[in-house]
């Protein structure tokens, strides 16, 4: 008999889930279904002076240059050579290569 209260009672908690989470995706289908731009949430009924002109113009300051740094920086990686392989590993009693000093 206590388990089928528990039973109902976690069926009933399962279908409550079930349905706010299908109006929670209904309102996200709703809000992706208009386009255009969409207020900051708390801020919906804020107004504002800003405007789209203004976003425009910042945008073109702050990003002029990104097209010529980004094509710079491919050129100079295409400009990179191949690492140097590593030298293979010496044994200890092999003498060193001309020019390089024992430790």
Do not use: C, F, N
Not at 13 to 18: F, G, I, L, S, Y
Not at 68 to 87: D, F, G, I, T, V
Request: proline residues 9%; without cysteine.
């Amino acid at each position: 008999m206590v388990d089928d209260i528990l039973e109902r009672q976690h069926q009933r908690e399962r279908e409550q889930e079930r349905r706010r989470l299908r109006e929670e995706e209904q309102k996200d289908l709703d809000v992706e279904s208009h386009r255009g731009p969409r207020p900051l949430e708390g801020y919906a009924g804020g107004h504002t002076s800003w405007t789209d002109q203004q976003d425009d113009d910042s945008a073109r300051q702050v990003h002029a240059g990104d097209a010529q740094a980004s094509w710079e920086a491919s050129e100079r990686q295409a400009r990179l050579e191949p690492e140097p392989e590593p030298e293979p590993a010496r044994r200890e009693d092999e003498p060193p290569p001309s020019g390089e000093r024992s430790r």
